[in-house]
């Protein structure tokens, strides 16, 4: 199974029902009452359920945005008076504007520790998203691809961290492209036994990680993690303490590690973005401009 198919997926089963309500209950915690002026990003899936649950938890409508690729689960949302966008996850996430605040991502993604997850995990290093909460659930299992980098990662976990728990993997991965920002080729076997390497993950882990959850459907299993961005991490603890360069650098040299969408794309999700926004501002517009004058 591959990101690519979660909007297909509906795992709405009980436990799932209560993991839902539990991750919202942690997510607004965190962001401390930022989502009344602030957007949330989400995907959608079929039914849209993260939305229901967010609105009765004090979550204004107008800044939940529903992702999904799937145009029929996106026409579903706006059926419901929602506000969605029709595009990929990598696609919205790497050109969402600036000027526009998130407090939170949630990144749920029924589907193993893949490279489709590494490149949304990095996109979510860009300054927009620097302050915002993420949640990030994976499922146990039917990943082969990152076998290999499993196996390495192991080196660099906390002592505590179960090596098989995807999402809390997931995370390591983050770090490690944080510290390396020159991809999979900047950081060597000796960097991943390197003993003051795991002490900075170690450092950096515990101080991004809030809360860890994990649940079954089934004979299914999903790990996830709430956290802050690590390069969030990076400015809190201070870049100087893991090798002498600031956060300022490493903003500057993420854009090597992963292969940026090409133009065409950029400018048509670009052009979804301003119809989404411009969709906003119509309905709520009164709303959004007494938000921006009482925050």
């Not at 950096?204 to 993690?225: K, P």
């Amino acid at each position: 199974m591959s990101m690519r198919d979660s909007a297909q997926k509906d795992y709405n089963v009980p436990q799932k029902r209560h993991w839902r309500r539990t991750i919202w209950n942690t997510i607004l915690k965190h962001t401390g009452g930022r989502e009344q002026h602030e957007c949330i990003l989400y995907l959608a899936g079929p039914h849209d359920d993260d939305r229901a649950i967010a609105i009765s938890k004090g979550v204004p409508a107008r800044n939940l945005i529903a992702i999904d690729r799937d145009a029929m689960n996106i026409t579903n949302v706006r059926r419901q008076h929602g506000i969605g966008i029709c595009d990929t996850l990598q696609n919205v996430l790497s050109w969402w504007p600036e000027h526009q605040k998130v407090c939170a991502v949630l990144l749920d993604l029924p589907s193993g520790l893949e490279y489709d997850v590494l490149k949304c995990l990095y996109v979510l290093h860009r300054d927009v998203f620097m302050d915002a909460i993420i949640m990030v659930n994976l499922m146990k299992g039917r990943d082969r691809w990152s076998n290999d980098l499993r196996a390495e990662l192991r080196y660099l976990c906390p002592s505590e961290l179960d090596e098989k728990n995807r999402a809390k993997l997931a995370i390591v991965a983050w770090l490690l492209i944080t510290l390396f920002p020159g991809g999979e080729r900047s950081f060597t076997e000796a960097h991943l036994h390197d003993q003051s390497t795991k002490s900075i993950m170690t450092k950096l882990f515990n101080h991004i990680v809030l809360n860890t959850y994990e649940y079954r459907s089934g004979q299914l299993v999903f790990n996830s993690v709430v956290c802050h961005t690590p390069l969030h991490g990076l400015d809190c603890i201070g870049r100087s303490s893991v090798d002498g360069h600031d956060s300022e650098e490493f903003r500057a040299h993420m854009c090597v590690a992963f292969d940026d969408p090409h133009d065409h794309v950029k400018s048509t999700t670009q052009r979804k973005l301003a119809a989404l926004f411009a969709v906003r501002t119509k309905r709520y517009g009164k709303l959004l401009n007494t938000t921006m004058v009482t925050t």
